[in-house]
């Protein structure tokens, strides 16, 4: 521990005392398994170690020894909120390095479930950034079970399309492995509304509140300088001022035909954060509406029905594919070797890189407002140790 | 014979109180659950109603941990210095007309300073546990209870003026034509910060700093178990009820109500009033954000304390000019 840098800053309340206390791995608000060496002066931090590393499970390695049927299934256990991103991640590597087409319903079909679990991430997120805050919306968990229930609504569609409701296998090589049921779509509409309706009760039961506003206004603001150079993506970077989103940047999977919108906050702080995924919400829904209106009809899949897991083969070569995800940039660089199974993969978690900015900004703050700025990062522990 | 005879009402009252803690725990799980769209306990007993009970039987034959590191003295002692002054309230507090364990000439003065003693076990609590997260916590208790007591006090002794007594029973009487909480302006702001204050004393949402489950995980009484936990928790709520049945007392009008000459009747008129208090803290809890601790210290020092102190020196005026308000 006293090896580890540690980036400290003075504070100077004239107290010469300081106290050094562990938060995590084993901590309710640890999101996971973060540590969070703290240094104190009072109530005040004025230093932070973080430690990562303990829910590491050899993905990239075990990458190696599966074939690119077999992974995409293992691929969204790195972020197992957002399931889909992953998977989605890996085939387009696949599929960038081997140069096989998707067809175009299979690519709407994939924005369609890239939106909606961008939803129910976010779902997860407001529930779990209002319990860290503490107090009813958070020890009483009221926020949350209101948001978890939505979240329950899109897992129920994910059911119905995949069989899966935490991780899905539902994209594969070439295309995507399942079709939409029949009146699947009704029900999809139907959800959306429902969800679009309690957002706007949630705006009301938030922003209406002057005890939220005062907990989240000016706290762990990143500056967009900061925000760029420790290389932060997805909200995070778009609550600092910067308007990058892969979908517009770097439009994958047919993302060019839906003109998505990137919401901007300038403050940096919590509740521009906040407010970025909020506008998020809304900016997938009509995404959604639109892939389930302008949903080509064809195949789902440029390829044939795998008969055994060694099938499908990729040329030699490699590539590098990313997507927005719901946290942020989520890429995977994939070699082949021309053999069923990959060379080396290595992904990029957007948490991970998102996670290296709480030492910048934590230090000055008080011990509550760090478990909020945690929050408001929304780390994911299996994307960030991997 | 007047000792037999207050002694037994003291047991009895004890012992109702302690029933009624339990249960209101029930009450209060039962209302957060229809305020978060859940349904609540319901599989022990008839819709739920054994759970306290099988809460508390799982409590008492839980292993009673102590940590190797803690101050064991300090340790074991402090759940019940935390406790005797929470149950300890109730005894000047009546019920009814002559029902009560003592109805004392300066039962608000007492009451006042004894609910504020808690503090001295909360911190030995902390303090003992040798933990962290427990002495931040009680650290923040003292900090807490410090500032908002003097609020506390301000705001309950508003009431007192009007009546022009400190004995519980008087200040009731006087309510007999007008609820001291329908009094003009100075009842319904004195209400008000009474309440906030409130909050604040029992350790509640948004104020529930020392707890923290979210940055200190239970705070100072992370580190106790079984039943040494359920003597806290039976203090604590023993104190949220206790303060429930002073604001239903001072400004609701106590007993006050329909029939209320028969003491039964009378008893049932206090509980609701003080249940509707405890009703609305509830509802506080289950729909704020915790604030910070520094935002704490300035509501108080900065907001509530001189809105108080404005406040009762106002009512000192006016009482002087108008003479107390009679039943």
């Known amino acids: ?33 973060f540590r969070a060496i703290l240094t104190l002066e009072g109530e005040t931090v004025v230093g932070v170690d973080a430690v990562i590393g303990y829910l590491h499970r050899c993905h990239e390695k075990l990458a190696e020894t599966l074939t690119y049927v077999q992974y995409p299934t293992i691929a969204s256990k790195t972020d197992y909120v957002s399931a889909m991103t992953a998977e989605l991640a890996y085939v387009a590597a696949v599929e960038l390095v081997g140069k096989i087409e998707v067809p175009k319903r299979a690519q ?29 919306l958070g020890g009483g968990a009221t926020i949350f079970l209101y948001t978890i229930r939505e979240r329950e609504l899109i897992l129920d569609l994910f059911e119905t ?89 770097a439009p994958y999977s047919s993302y060019e035909d839906f003109g998505v919108r990137v919401p901007v906050e300038t403050a940096g702080d919590c509740y521009a954060r906040y407010r970025v995924r909020m506008a998020e919400f809304r900016e997938s829904m009509r995404i959604v509406h639109a892939a389930l209106d302008g949903l080509p009809e064809g195949p789902i899949s440029s390829r044939p029905g795998v008969k055994s897991v060694g099938q499908v083969r990729v040329a030699k070569g490699e590539g590098y594919s990313r997507i927005e995800g719901a946290r942020g940039e989520v890429g995977c660089y994939l070699v082949a070797d021309g053999g069923p199974k990959p060379y080396r993969l290595k992904w990029r978690g957007a948490s991970f890189s998102n996670l290296a900015v709480l030492p910048h900004i934590i230090p000055g703050h008080k011990v509550a407002d760090v478990v909020a700025i945690m929050g408001s990062v929304d780390p994911v522990f299996g994307e960030v140790d991997r | 014979m007047t000792l037999a005879y207050h002694a037994l009402v003291g047991f009895i009252v004890l012992n109702v109180v302690i029933g009624m803690v339990t249960y209101v725990t029930l009450l209060e799980r039962k209302f957060a659950a229809r305020m978060q769209s859940r349904i609540g306990p319901y599989y022990v007993g008839p819709r739920g109603l054994l759970q306290p009970i099988a809460d508390a039987l799982k409590l008492m034959l839980k292993e009673d941990i102590v940590p190797t590191s803690a101050d064991r003295w300090i340790y074991n002692l402090a759940p019940i210095v935390f406790l005797i002054p929470c149950i300890l309230i109730f005894a000047t507090l009546p019920f009814a007309p002559g029902l009560g364990v003592a109805d004392l000439n300066i039962g608000v003065l007492f009451f006042l300073a004894v609910s504020s003693l808690e503090i001295v076990g909360l911190f030995m609590g902390g303090w003992g546990s040798n933990n962290k997260y427990a002495l931040l916590s009680a650290m923040r208790a003292v900090n807490q209870i410090i500032s908002y007591d003097l609020p506390f006090v301000f705001a309950a002794f508003v009431p007192v003026l009007l009546a022009g007594s400190l004995q519980m029973s008087t200040i009731v009487e006087a309510q007999r034509g007008l609820w001291f909480v329908a009094y003009p302006l100075i009842g319904q702001l004195a209400f008000v910060m009474f309440l906030i204050a409130t909050l604040a004393a029992e350790n509640r949402v948004p104020f529930d700093i020392l707890e923290a489950e979210s940055e200190l995980v239970a705070g100072f009484r992370v580190e106790y178990s079984g039943m040494k936990f359920a003597l806290i928790q039976l203090g604590e709520y023993a104190h949220m009820i206790g303060t429930s049945f002073l604001g239903a007392l001072l ?62 020196l106002a009512t000192g005026f006016w009482v002087a000019l108008r003479g107390p308000h009679a039943g």
């Not at chain 1, 090896?3 to 003075?10: I, K």
């Not at chain 1, 709407?108 to 860290?132: K, N, P």
């Not at chain 1, 009760?201 to 907990?215: G, I, S, T």
């Open chain 1, 1 to 33: 521990m006293a090896t580890l840098p540690r980036t400290t800053v003075e504070i100077g309340y004239g107290g010469s005392e300081r106290l050094t206390m562990n938060m995590g791995p084993q901590h309710p608000s640890a999101h996971g398994v």
């Open chain 1, 108 to 136: 709407y079909l994939r924005v369609l479930c890239a939106e909606l679990q961008r939803i129910a991430s976010h779902c997860l997120w407001l529930g779990t950034w209002c319990m860290d805050m503490g107090g009813a």
């Open chain 1, 161 to 249: 399309l995949t069989g899966a409701r935490l991780l899905y296998g539902f994209h594969q090589v070439g295309g995507t492995r399942y079709d939409l049921p029949a009146g699947w779509t009704q029900k999809c509409r139907e959800t959306l509304a429902v969800i679009a309706q309690r957002l706007g009760e949630y705006e009301a039961m938030l922003e209406d509140n002057a005890f939220f506003l005062v907990r989240t206004q000016g706290v762990g603001v990143v500056s967009r300088e900061l925000a760029e150079d420790v290389g932060v993506a997805g909200p995070l970077l778009r609550g600092s001022g910067v308007a990058y989103d892969l979908r517009t940047a």
């Open chain 2, 251 to 312: 400004f609701l009008g106590g007993w006050l109500g329909p029939g209320s000459d028969t003491p039964l009747v009378g008893a049932l008129w206090f509980l609701l009033k003080a249940m509707l208090i405890f009703l609305v803290v509830t509802w506080v809890r289950w729909s704020f954000v915790r604030i910070r601790v520094d935002h704490i210290l300035a509501v108080s020092w900065k907001l509530l304390l001189p809105a108080t102190i404005v406040l009762l």
